[in-house]
């Protein structure tokens, strides 16, 4: 899937980037790069470890890691948020651990949560979590030029991993339809982090863009008629809250 949705993404950003202009400062391409390849090898060790640890405990850890760093690195550099926006962050946390979490992994071959299951979370939560610090470093009037420059960086970090694992081989028919419309989304997400990173605290909006996982959550509800824990009802509720405690404070 990634090798046809990272290449679409960065013609997309790419284009976009030419369309709006802007200087390239060393900035926009250093960090751009920097969050390309944190964002290439979080997916990359995301991947591994749901191969050989169970699902149900390297999604919640790797999420909740991946929006605690800018929150970490935010405070370091000076950002205070208020108390409800502090409250609120909690909350974010717990609400992405919750529906970050499946409700069971009997259905699945039996997986341990090994040494390098355990190294490989932490990892995917770092690199996630470094990928929203990087962009948000860049230079705020450099346009959409990091996001190209990332996209680079993550497309060949990937193309490369599949040729070293011999697995560079693309989708066809209809999986092929849906790489080319995540292309089109992770670009279009991907305009709207940057946006949104420039206009607030780091570690506000990268909460808030870590509760991702609430929206996955419904759709698969509406689109695809799952049936959710208790867990993840909770998690949403507590999504939702967050998001009004954040948003106010």
């Known amino acids: 899937m990634v090798l046809v949705s990272y290449p679409v993404a960065l013609v997309l950003l790419g284009s976009l980037a030419i369309v709006v202009g802007g200087p390239i400062p060393a900035g926009a391409i250093g960090w751009g790069l920097a969050s390309g390849v944190a964002l290439g090898l979080g997916g990359w060790w995301f991947y591994a470890a749901l191969g050989s640890g169970p699902l149900s405990v390297v999604s919640p850890v790797s999420a909740v890691l991946a929006a605690a760093v800018p929150v970490v690195i935010g405070l370091i550099q000076g950002e205070r ?3 409800v926006a502090a409250s609120g962050i909690v909350l974010a946390l717990l ?3 919750l529906v970050s979490r499946e409700a ?3 259905d699945v071959r039996p997986h341990r949560f090994t040494r ?3 190294w490989l979370t932490v990892g995917t939560g770092l690199a996630f979590g470094l990928d929203f610090v ?3 470093e860049a230079p705020a009037d450099s346009g959409l ?3 190209a420059f990332a996209r680079v960086a993550a497309a060949v970090l990937v193309l490369a991993a599949a040729t070293g694992a011999r697995e560079l ?5 209809g999986p092929l339809k849906l790489a080319l419309l995540a292309g089109l989304a992770d670009a279009a997400a991907n305009v709207a982090m940057l946006l949104a990173l420039r206009g607030s605290d780091l570690s506000l909006v990268s909460v808030l863009i870590s509760l991702f996982p609430a929206v996955t959550v419904v759709l698969a509800i509406v689109v695809l008629r799952e049936r959710v824990h208790r867990g993840q009802v909770l998690g949403m509720v507590l999504a939702g809250v967050a998001v009004v405690m954040i948003t106010a404070g």
């Open 81 to 83: 948020p208020g108390l």
């Open 116 to 118: 390098k299951v355990a």
């Open 145 to 147: 030029w990091p996001l």
């Open 169 to 173: 081989r693309l989708p066809s028919g």
């Open 134 to 136: 990087f962009i948000h």
């Open 104 to 106: 069971t992994d009997e």
């Open 95 to 97: 609400a992405v651990a």
